[in-house]
């Protein structure tokens, strides 16, 4: 829950990163500025900054070029310094919970607490149990400072630090709505990472990080054909180096043989977590699954995953519901990156007043 004015979404991914800025208008929620600055290959690998310069130079470049003046951001971390866990525990006040969440986490989080930052969620109470479910969250603190840092060092205040799978999930509640009656899964397929919510009952029952991204299939590409990096991402696409994600007429058939094999292995380790959560969960099947990420614009990402999960899966536009309310935003930035914007957008939504809900 939060009120005031919206902070500005800065996700710091694997291949770029992407800013938003929302606001509330008459037809909902609105944009008024999105950036978008590439990053080079092996600047950030798996979640770690390898080049800490050069996330500073694109952050700066984001908010000069795509002219946002709002300094006031949430960031988000993912990867393995992110544990998140369904727990539960005796009924109890919130005062007495926010004494016990410490000792609580001890017993869950396989890291030194003293190294990571608590935080939690009550999901259901329970009373007739006398327990309650709550999410709890722990982040090691380190990579939170060095993200928070990054901000601080283009000129940013960073105010929130939320969690890639989360955001997510939040803007799919805004745009979609969460339904309470069924289950469904939310994944976000990033460059080097993916992020799998399943959603039961209108709250998350089970995230998972997988390690695995549209990068892996860029890289077996530039591999097999010896093109550079920009080629292999245009091939990937079925486009150009100049617009990859507008067809420019056929590419190589060894390109469509990669894709596919790789979309299939992502899609195989998607499945090993869903089949883990039907397995441990007790929740009812999953009705539909949604992806989201620039690797979802891949059909055959969707259809590998269908056939494997044998559950309809639907391409979900993380814009769908947002109307365009300055005449600063570059159309033809959105239409090639909007299905990158899952988290910039859900950042986006967080307010520079936060209460617990």
């Known amino acids: 829950m939060g009120e005031g004015r919206n902070l500005v979404g800065v996700d710091i991914g694997t291949s770029a990163v992407k800013v938003c800025q929302l606001k509330d208008s008459r037809k909902g929620l609105g944009l008024v500025r999105l950036g978008y600055v590439p990053l080079?290959?092996?600047?950030?690998v798996d979640g770690q900054v390898m080049d800490a310069g050069a996330v500073v130079e694109a952050l700066s470049k984001a908010f000069r070029d795509f002219k946002i003046k709002q300094r006031d951001c949430a960031v988000s971390v993912s990867g393995q310094s992110v544990i998140i866990r369904k727990i539960t525990v005796p009924m109890m006040t919130a005062a007495?919970?926010?004494?016990?969440?410490?000792?609580?986490?001890?017993?869950?989080?396989?890291f030194d607490i003293k190294d990571v930052q608590v935080d939690y969620q009550v999901l259901r109470r329970r009373p007739e149990a006398?327990?309650?479910?709550?999410?709890?969250v722990a982040a090691k603190r380190d990579q939170i400072d060095d993200y928070a840092q990054l901000?601080?060092?283009?000129k940013l205040r960073p105010v929130v630090c939320?969690?890639?799978?989360?955001?997510?999930q939040n803007l799919f509640e805004v745009s979609r709505g969460l339904p309470t009656d069924q289950t469904i899964a939310l994944i976000n397929v990033g460059a080097s990472l993916s992020s799998l919510n399943i959603i039961?009952?209108?709250?998350?029952?089970?995230?998972?990080?997988?390690?695995?991204?549209g990068n892996v299939i860029t890289d077996e590409i530039q591999k097999q054909l010896?093109?550079?990096?920009?080629?292999?991402?245009?091939?990937?696409?079925?486009?150009?180096?100049?617009?990859?994600?507008?067809?420019?007429?056929?590419?190589?058939?060894?390109?469509?043989?990669i894709v596919e094999s790789f979309t299939d292995s992502i899609a195989a380790e998607i499945q090993r977590s869903l089949d883990f959560f039907m397995a441990t969960s007790g929740e009812g099947e999953i009705a539909r699954i949604y992806i989201a990420g620039g690797t979802a614009s891949l059909p055959a990402l969707g259809q590998a995953i269908e056939r494997r999960a044998r559950v309809p899966v639907e391409v979900w536009a993380p814009t769908e519901r947002i109307s365009i309310e300055a005449k600063e935003i570059d159309a033809n930035l959105l239409r090639t990156r909007g299905a990158q914007l899952a988290v910039a957008l859900g950042l986006a939504l967080r307010r520079d007043k936060e209460q617990r809900a």
């Open 130 to 136: 006398s327990q309650m479910d709550l999410l709890l």
């Open 200 to 213: 039961a009952g209108g709250v998350s029952a089970f995230t998972r990080e997988i390690a695995n991204g």
């Open 96 to 110: 007495e919970l926010d004494e016990q969440i410490q000792w609580e986490a001890e017993q869950h989080i396989p």
């Open 151 to 154: 901000a601080r060092n283009a």
């Open 162 to 168: 939320d969690i890639d799978a989360f955001t997510v």
């Open 226 to 257: 010896n093109v550079p990096f920009d080629q292999a991402e245009a091939y990937k696409c079925g486009g150009s180096v100049e617009d990859p994600y507008r067809a420019q007429g056929m590419v190589p058939q060894q390109v469509v043989q």
């Open 40 to 44: 080079a290959p092996q600047v950030i």
